[in-house]
């Protein structure tokens, strides 16, 4: 017979220990406590063997698998001990990692865990000199974008890549920068921040809501649905104005300020090479006949395009307005009209008097003969 040591183990209990008892039980006649055996060859075994030397080999072959689950022959008990630690081990890591996982998920907020690949941001500022109206405008954009973050006034209007710094910053990947010149010009830039492509649009016939007083009304917060005309599909420039818009305008569903409706639309039709804007609120006449008619909201206002570039405010220029005129040089061409007026004017005062003193008849020689 192999010698044996005998090593006591504190183990958790197991409800097939009784099942396990009961069988031994039956075959060795025997009521005596088991403990865990470590042969000097390697292999598990049973304390107070001579309960079981009565008992044939093949019963202690049927226990031993019973007990253990492992062959009984002692040269692949090593290998199944081996095995059966490495899977052991193998399961505590898996189980760690996935305990790890879980604390991290609890951790992390669901809004977080939800938005972060879907996050659609928009940076709303302008810079220095802008007018009552300009500043209007840009207060109807942060009440109608629910996903829009207003920033401060920008001093600096030479240096456009401190913008995209700015979005960076405020983790928004869209911007909407209004440029004011000469106090009385708007430029409005919509940029897909931080690689781009940007658009920059000269703003015409601005018209804000509290000027137009509409009957029109939405939820704050609510959803707008984009409405686009069919040229957008047609030539390349729209198409990519379509895009540039679309990220621009359209708020996600995942954004945290939403509000569960679609009560408006915003429309951009394209007309005299200019895309003009509306906002209209959806309103049902009828439940049963989900018949639906367009209020006009507000604001309005007239986009030329000026410049399409590959960039995030700036870079190679991929559309380049010809019919765009600069407006200081429209009221330029205008003073030069009225100034002509003036000077045709004083040119012909000038004409009349130089006439005037020509039509002077000379003298008669003959008058003083009757005298």
């Known amino acids: 017979m192999v010698k044996s040591k005998t090593i006591k183990r504190s183990r958790a209990a197991d409800p097939d220990d009784d099942d396990d008892l009961k069988f031994f039980k039956s075959k060795s006649g025997g009521s005596k406590k088991r403990e865990l055996l470590v042969l000097d060859n390697g292999s598990a075994g049973i304390d107070n063997m001579d309960d079981f030397e009565e008992s044939s080999d093949e019963d202690n072959k049927v226990g031993r698998k019973a007990l253990f689950g492992m062959k009984s022959d002692?040269?692949?008990?090593?290998?199944?001990?081996n095995d059966a630690s490495e899977a052991m081990a193998e399961d505590e890591s898996s189980d760690d990692e996935n305990r790890e996982n879980e604390k991290v998920e609890k951790l992390t907020p669901k809004s977080k865990r939800e938005t972060t690949e879907y996050k659609q941001r928009l940076l709303l500022l302008s810079s220095r000199g802008v007018s009552y109206r300009h500043r209007h405008l840009l207060q109807d954009f942060n009440a109608l974008l629910p996903h829009s973050k207003k920033d401060t006034k920008l001093d600096d209007k030479g240096n456009f890549g401190i913008l995209n710094e700015l979005s960076e910053l405020s983790n928004c990947n869209n911007c909407i920068y209004f440029e004011a010149r000469r106090h009385q010009d708007?430029?409005?830039?919509?940029?897909?921040?931080?690689?781009?492509?940007?658009?920059?649009?000269?703003?015409?016939?601005?018209?804000t809501m509290d000027e137009l007083k509409m009957i029109g009304n939405c939820l704050k917060g609510s959803r707008p649905i984009l409405s686009f005309d069919k040229t957008f599909d047609l030539e390349p420039r729209y198409q990519i104005l379509k895009e540039i818009l679309t990220h621009g305008f359209s708020t996600p569903r995942t954004s945290r300020k939403i509000k569960p409706f679609i009560d408006h639309v915003f429309t951009f039709s394209v007309a005299e090479d200019r895309i003009w804007f509306r906002n209209f609120q959806?309103?049902?006449?009828?439940?049963?006949?989900?018949?639906?008619?367009?209020?006009?909201?507000?604001?309005?206002?007239?986009?030329?395009?000026?410049?399409?570039?590959?960039?995030?405010?700036?870079?190679?220029?991929?559309y380049n307005s010809p019919s765009f005129v600069p407006p200081h040089q429209v009221r330029q061409m205008l003073q030069r009209d009225n100034n002509s007026a003036y000077i045709k004017r004083t040119s012909a005062q000038a004409a009349r008097n130089v006439k005037m003193e020509d039509a002077v008849l000379p003298e008669d020689p003959l008058k003083d003969i009757f005298k």
Do not use: A, C, Q
């Not at 002692?74 to 001990?81: A, F, I, K, N």
């Not at 960039?311 to 991929?318: E, K, V, Y």
């Open 282 to 318: 959806i309103v049902e006449k009828e439940e049963k006949t989900k018949e639906i008619e367009l209020v006009e909201i507000g604001p309005r206002f007239v986009l030329h395009l000026v410049r399409i570039f590959d960039g995030s405010f700036g870079g190679s220029t991929l």
């Open 186 to 207: 708007l430029y409005m830039w919509i940029s897909k921040t931080p690689n781009g492509p940007s658009v920059k649009f000269h703003v015409e016939d601005i018209h």
């Open 74 to 81: 002692s040269d692949d008990d090593e290998e199944d001990l």
